[in-house]
Structures are given as structure tokens and as C-alpha cells.
């Protein structure tokens, strides 16, 4: 999970046999690795935790590296971090929040309740994109101004800390830190680059449809990419003689980097539990008024035709766009066989994992046939992992992104609800509609507009989640007054959502992470990331329009 207020973050692995049982190196590659191998992010990104039997990765501060970017190189360090709210975003966001409450007129068809919610949603949001603090604590500044304000009762506040969605997103990051604890799915991409991994177009097909297969049992697009795919795709570089921040990053390791960025996009939009927004922009749509039967299927079933048809596609277009120098990695096959005869047989704990994943899957695929909740089999199966000890409860607490994702996607998703209850929603989807209206458009082309503008927009954010958070219940509210059919607007409304986030380094937690590795400089990551938007939209588009027919969306 990403956020708003990302910091900066060094991985570093404890021990080289992580690296080293990748390849058997020749004497004179050695040097490559180093007995501790770091992983740097841009200035964005958020500290993350992950744990492994095999390799223990930790996130640390840290401003310098060899592998850093060469404009950090000189730049001294602070003696301390700094105290308190930046006071320029903070003075940007109050304006704002003063300006909507004060100095604009407020429409008739709006209460005063629901304007001055309104003023107190955009001063949060505002805050959140701009980051005067980080976005927990901002988002729990809101949440008090709401209350301070008497715009919402305590109780109203707070009561979508009891919504089962936000404890589903907690819990989807408890499963992530078993899952890389355990090492399963180290496992499971050595797999892959033994299988597909021949050449650098087939290695980086691996990767990506092991990032797909993932997204089913590691919910967590951040935890996919931080704990699991930026460490092997690190090691393959180095071994392979491609240094980030060097001229021989073109080698091999921009290429990976750029590929399994685009493709985690189209992961992520595959399946409901692949994402924490997925979950977050079902919950929004139910509050719009647009309710999914049997969520998991529904959902599967619409992306899953232009997804496949996404994946087969990205790797190649990269390839002809951003081609690698290195064309062929014959060793890498070996070199993952070696890793896998040191890795050993699956650990009993692996297997727990395995187990639990099935199951809980199982539930939410047939769970509401038997009256399960979807938050009631993440509970379930987080319950064996700590029964049967894959994980123990300081993992959980330990988990900070988790209990911070659960506070600040409570005050949106409530501040959110209260908005559509008060009619808020009502009043700007009617005033969008009567401009489509005026314009007379028919509802194909709306949609193709409010879509377009729903991706561009997501420039001003730093969050996926964030972004659904602020804008979706507007944007689908807007769609379905302009007469475009509710479910297939809510799910390709999420279904942009989740291609959005390699549109810069900044776009969501796994584009930062990435982008801080060091191997693709910040003028590709915009060139590429807008060009492979165009293409994602034209693909998803193009197949989608027919499968969305076929299947009666519209």
C-alpha cells in the first residue's frame, strides 16, 4: 500500500547467499554483490518492513549510496528530521478549506451541514496531496476538524472505523508479511525465471504473470513489489553487470524495472483482492448506489479478457520502446534451479500459507452462498497464520503501513458516505450532467471523457488509494447522470484506477519503489508511463468494449 506522504527507504538484505543463490557467478562478477546490497527509493517513499526466513529485508532511512541517484551524492544530511507541519502546504490546504466555507456561494440544493463537509473534505484532501504532515496524521487533523466544527457527530466520524472494508485492507497486509516471511513467494518467482527465463523478453513474462498469480494469495501491490519482485529483479541485474545509476542500467535492469511496473497495473486490476483500492472503490460504488452480486466473480470476469490481453501485450511494447541491451539470459534457468536446490524443500510453514491463502480465496469466491463475509474469511484465515505460528501478533502490530491505511481510509470512506448521504454528490453529478446534456453527447462519449479525465487527474495524487478515495464516488456519480450503465462505470472507473499507478514515480508505492532502485532516470519514467497509459487505455478500450458487450455491461 502506498501513501500520500511516502518517505524515503533503503533495503538492505542481511546476507549475500540471497543474492548470490541466484547465479553461480564467475570469479570475476563477484565484485558485483557486496555483503550488503541496497535498494534505494526516491524521496517519496514510505518505510517499509518485510521479513524472511531466508533474507531479512528492513527499511531504514538512509540519503546516500552507491547506488543512489548522482544528485544525492553531495547533499548533506541533516542532523534532524524536521518538526511539525510544513507550513506552506499548510497554509495552501486551511485556504482552501476557508475559501469553499466562506467565500463561495453555496447552492440552494446543498445543506449548510453538507456544504461546510465539503469544505472540511477538500481541506483533507488538499492536505493529503500536498503533505504538510504525513497522511495519517492529517487524515485524523480532518477528522477532529469535522468534529471540532460540530459538521459531524463524534459517532458519525468514526463510525466507518467499523466498515468491513477497512479491516479487510488491515488484514490483506497481515497476509502480505506472511507470505514474504515465509519465503513462499521467493519461491514461487525463482519458479517462473526457471521456466521463463531463457531470454530477457521471456524472463520479464515470468515475472509478470508471477506477479499475476501473486495477486491472488499476496494482496498487496506494494508488498508484491518491495518484498518479492524488486529483490530478484535487483539480483538479476547486478549478476548480469547492470548498475542502476550507471550507462549500463540499459543493460538489462530498465528494462525489468519498466516491464513489471507496467504490468502491475494490470495485475492489480485483475482480480478484487489483487489491490487495497479495489476493495475501497467497491465500497465507494456501494455508496453511490451501485452494488455488485457475487463481487469476486463479477469483477474476475469483466477484467479478465482485457487483462490477459494486457499482459501478453506490455512486455512486447516495452521491449520495442525501451529495449534492453542484453537480449539473452541463458544462465538465468541455471542459476534459478541453484537457488531452488538451496532453498530446499517447501517449509512446513510455507505449506500453512499455501493452505490459508486457499481457503480464505475459497470464501470469498463462494463465501455469500454459505453467508461468509468477505472480511469474515480474511479473519478467519489471519486466525490459522497466528494459531498455527506462520505469524505472531507483534507482526501485526509491527506492521505500521497496516494500522495507517486502516486510519486514514476510515476518514475518507466515512467523510465520503456522509457526503452522499447529504446530498453533496447529488448536486455536483447533476451539475456535470446537465453540461453533458447541454453539449449533447451520448453517453459512450461521457464515458470516454469523465475516464480520460479520472486518469490524467491522477497526476495531482501519490495514491491510488487516495485518488479513489477523493474522486470516485464524484466521477461515477457524474457517469451514471450521464446515462452510461452504473456496474460498468464503477468497475472501469477501478479498473483505471489501478493502471494509473505508473503513470510517474510519484503515481503509488510500487512506482516509487521501483523508480528509487536506481535503474530508469525520472525523463523515462514520465515519457514511458504517459505513452504506456495510451496504450493500456487503447488496449482496455478496444478489447474490453467487445467482452463488456458480450458479457451484458452494457
Same mark, same amino acid.
Given at each position: 500500500?502506498?501513501?500520500?506522504?511516502?518517505?524515503?527507504?533503503?533495503?538492505?538484505?542481511?546476507?549475500?547467499?540471497?543474492?548470490?543463490?541466484?547465479?553461480?557467478? &564467475?570469479?570475476?562478477? @563477484?565484485?558485483?554483490?557486496? *555483503?550488503?546490497? $541496497?535498494? #534505494? +527509493? =526516491? %524521496?517519496?517513499?514510505?518505510?517499509?518492513?518485510?521479513?524472511? &526466513?531466508?533474507?531479512? @529485508?528492513?527499511?531504514?532511512? *538512509?540519503?546516500? $549510496?552507491? #547506488? +543512489? =541517484? %548522482?544528485?544525492?551524492?553531495?547533499?548533506?544530511?541533516?542532523?534532524?528530521?524536521?518538526?511539525?507541519?510544513?507550513?506552506?502546504?499548510?497554509?495552501?490546504?486551511? +485556504?482552501?478549506?476557508?475559501?469553499?466555507?466562506?467565500?463561495?456561494?453555496?447552492?440552494?440544493?446543498?445543506?449548510?451541514?453538507?456544504?461546510?463537509?465539503?469544505?472540511?473534505?477538500?481541506?483533507?484532501?488538499?492536505?493529503?496531496?500536498?503533505?504538510?504532515?504525513?497522511?495519517?496524521?492529517?487524515?485524523?487533523?480532518?477528522?477532529?476538524?469535522?468534529?471540532?466544527?460540530?459538521?459531524?457527530?463524534?459517532?458519525?466520524?468514526?463510525?466507518?472505523?467499523?466498515?468491513?472494508?477497512?479491516?479487510?485492507?488491515?488484514?490483506?497486509?497481515?497476509?502480505?508479511?506472511?507470505?514474504?516471511?515465509?519465503?513462499?513467494?521467493?519461491?514461487?518467482?525463482?519458479?517462473?525465471?526457471?521456466?521463463?527465463?531463457?531470454?530477457?523478453?521471456?524472463?520479464?513474462?515470468?515475472?509478470?504473470?508471477?506477479?499475476?498469480?501473486?495477486?491472488?494469495?499476496?494482496?498487496?501491490?506494494?508488498?508484491?513489489?518491495?518484498?518479492?519482485?524488486?529483490?530478484?529483479?535487483?539480483?538479476?541485474?547486478?549478476?548480469?553487470?547492470?548498475?542502476?545509476?550507471?550507462?549500463?542500467?540499459?543493460?538489462?535492469?530498465?528494462?525489468?524495472?519498466?516491464?513489471?511496473?507496467?504490468?502491475?497495473?494490470?495485475?492489480?486490476?485483475?482480480?478484487?483482492?489483487?489491490?487495497?483500492?479495489?476493495?475501497?472503490?467497491?465500497?465507494?460504488?456501494?455508496?453511490?448506489?451501485?452494488?455488485?452480486?457475487?463481487?469476486?466473480?463479477?469483477?474476475?470476469?469483466?477484467?479478465?479478457?482485457?487483462?490477459?490481453?494486457?499482459?501478453?501485450?506490455?512486455?512486447?511494447?516495452?521491449?520495442?520502446?525501451?529495449?534492453?541491451?542484453?537480449?539473452?539470459?541463458?544462465?538465468?534457468?541455471?542459476?534459478?534451479?541453484?537457488?531452488?536446490?538451496?532453498?530446499?524443500?517447501?517449509?512446513?510453514?510455507?505449506?500453512?500459507?499455501?493452505?490459508?491463502?486457499?481457503?480464505?480465496?475459497?470464501?470469498?469466491?463462494?463465501?455469500?452462498?454459505?453467508?461468509?463475509?468477505?472480511?469474515?474469511?480474511?479473519?478467519?484465515?489471519?486466525?490459522?497464520?497466528?494459531?498455527?505460528?506462520?505469524?505472531?501478533?507483534?507482526?501485526?502490530?509491527?506492521?505500521?503501513?497496516?494500522?495507517?491505511?486502516?486510519?486514514?481510509?476510515?476518514?475518507?470512506?466515512?467523510?465520503?458516505?456522509?457526503?452522499?448521504?447529504?446530498?453533496?454528490?447529488?448536486?455536483?453529478?447533476?451539475?456535470?450532467?446537465?453540461?453533458?446534456?447541454?453539449?449533447?453527447?451520448?453517453?459512450?462519449?461521457?464515458?470516454?471523457?469523465?475516464?480520460?479525465?479520472?486518469?490524467?487527474?491522477?497526476?495531482?495524487?501519490?495514491?491510488?488509494?487516495?485518488?479513489?478515495?477523493?474522486?470516485?464516488?464524484?466521477?461515477?456519480?457524474?457517469?451514471?447522470?450521464?446515462?452510461?450503465?452504473?456496474?460498468?462505470?464503477?468497475?472501469?472507473?477501478?479498473?483505471?484506477?489501478?493502471?494509473?499507478?505508473?503513470?510517474?514515480?510519484?503515481?503509488?508505492?510500487?512506482?516509487?519503489?521501483?523508480?528509487?532502485?536506481?535503474?530508469?532516470?525520472?525523463?523515462?519514467?514520465?515519457?514511458?508511463?504517459?505513452?504506456?497509459?495510451?496504450?493500456?487505455?487503447?488496449?482496455?478500450?478496444?478489447?474490453?468494449?467487445?467482452?463488456?458487450?458480450?458479457?451484458?455491461?452494457?
Amino acid at each position: 500500500m502506498e501513501s500520500f506522504a511516502l518517505r524515503s527507504v533503503s533495503t538492505s538484505a542481511s546476507s549475500s547467499a540471497f543474492f548470490h543463490s541466484l547465479r553461480r557467478f &564467475p570469479s570475476k562478477q @563477484l565484485s558485483l554483490l557486496q *555483503s550488503s546490497i $541496497s535498494v #534505494y +527509493s =526516491s %524521496p517519496t517513499v514510505r518505510s517499509l518492513y518485510t521479513f524472511s &526466513p531466508r533474507c531479512s @529485508l528492513r527499511a531504514s532511512v *538512509s540519503a546516500s $549510496s552507491p #547506488y +543512489s =541517484s %548522482p544528485e544525492k551524492h553531495n547533499e548533506p544530511q541533516s542532523s534532524s528530521p524536521p518538526q511539525g507541519a510544513k507550513l506552506v502546504p499548510l497554509a495552501v490546504s486551511v +485556504s482552501i478549506g476557508l475559501i469553499v466555507r466562506f467565500l463561495i456561494r453555496r447552492p440552494e440544493q446543498v445543506t449548510s451541514q453538507g456544504w461546510q463537509l465539503l469544505s472540511v473534505f477538500l481541506f483533507t484532501v488538499s492536505g493529503l496531496v500536498l503533505g504538510p504532515l504525513p497522511v495519517g496524521a492529517w487524515a485524523f487533523i480532518g477528522l477532529t476538524a469535522s468534529v471540532v466544527t460540530k459538521t459531524l457527530s463524534f459517532s458519525a466520524a468514526f463510525a466507518a472505523f467499523t466498515n468491513e472494508l477497512i479491516w479487510l485492507i488491515a488484514i490483506s497486509f497481515f497476509f502480505a508479511r506472511g507470505f514474504i516471511k515465509t519465503g513462499l513467494g521467493d519461491r514461487i518467482a525463482t519458479y517462473f525465471v526457471k521456466w521463463l527465463g531463457k531470454s530477457t523478453l521471456g524472463l520479464s513474462y515470468g515475472l509478470a504473470f508471477c506477479e499475476t498469480l501473486m495477486g491472488l494469495i499476496m494482496p498487496s501491490t506494494m508488498a508484491r513489489a518491495g518484498g518479492v519482485f524488486l529483490p530478484v529483479i535487483k539480483s538479476l541485474s547486478l549478476s548480469s553487470g547492470s548498475k542502476p545509476g550507471d550507462p549500463s542500467s540499459r543493460k538489462l535492469g530498465s528494462f525489468l524495472i519498466q516491464t513489471q511496473l507496467q504490468c502491475s497495473g494490470t495485475s492489480g486490476a485483475l482480480l478484487l483482492t489483487s489491490a487495497a483500492q479495489n476493495l475501497l472503490c467497491l465500497k465507494l460504488a456501494r455508496e453511490v448506489g451501485v452494488v455488485l452480486t457475487n463481487p469476486w466473480v463479477t469483477w474476475f470476469k469483466a477484467a479478465s479478457v482485457p487483462a490477459f490481453a494486457s499482459l501478453l501485450c506490455t512486455p512486447l511494447i516495452i521491449y520495442k520502446l525501451y529495449p534492453p541491451e542484453l537480449k539473452h539470459t541463458p544462465e538465468a534457468p541455471a542459476a534459478a534451479a541453484t537457488k531452488l536446490d538451496r532453498l530446499g524443500p517447501i517449509t512446513k510453514n510455507e505449506w500453512i500459507m499455501l493452505g490459508a491463502m486457499a481457503f480464505t480465496v475459497s470464501l470469498w469466491i463462494f463465501g455469500e452462498a454459505v453467508g461468509i463475509a468477505s472480511v469474515v474469511s480474511a479473519m478467519i484465515g489471519l486466525s490459522t497464520l497466528l494459531l498455527l505460528g506462520v505469524i505472531n501478533w507483534n507482526d501485526c502490530l509491527s506492521d505500521k503501513s497496516a494500522w495507517d491505511s486502516l486510519t486514514w481510509f476510515a476518514v475518507l470512506i466515512g467523510m465520503s458516505g456522509q457526503l452522499t448521504n447529504l446530498g453533496v454528490v447529488a448536486w455536483m453529478s447533476d451539475c456535470v450532467s446537465k453540461l453533458l446534456q447541454s453539449l449533447s453527447l451520448a453517453w459512450p462519449v461521457s464515458f470516454v471523457i469523465l475516464q480520460a479525465s479520472y486518469l490524467l487527474i491522477h497526476y495531482l495524487f501519490a495514491s491510488q488509494t487516495g485518488h479513489a478515495g477523493a474522486l470516485y464516488p464524484a466521477f461515477l456519480a457524474m457517469q451514471i447522470a450521464a446515462g452510461v450503465p452504473g456496474i460498468l462505470a464503477a468497475l472501469c472507473l477501478a479498473f483505471n484506477n489501478n493502471l494509473s499507478g505508473a503513470l510517474a514515480h510519484y503515481s503509488s508505492g510500487p512506482a516509487a519503489l521501483y523508480y528509487g532502485a536506481g535503474f530508469v532516470d525520472l525523463k523515462d519514467m514520465f515519457r514511458l508511463g504517459f505513452v504506456m497509459a495510451i496504450v493500456q487505455v487503447i488496449i482496455w478500450g478496444f478489447v474490453g468494449s467487445f467482452w463488456w458487450k458480450f458479457l451484458g455491461l452494457y
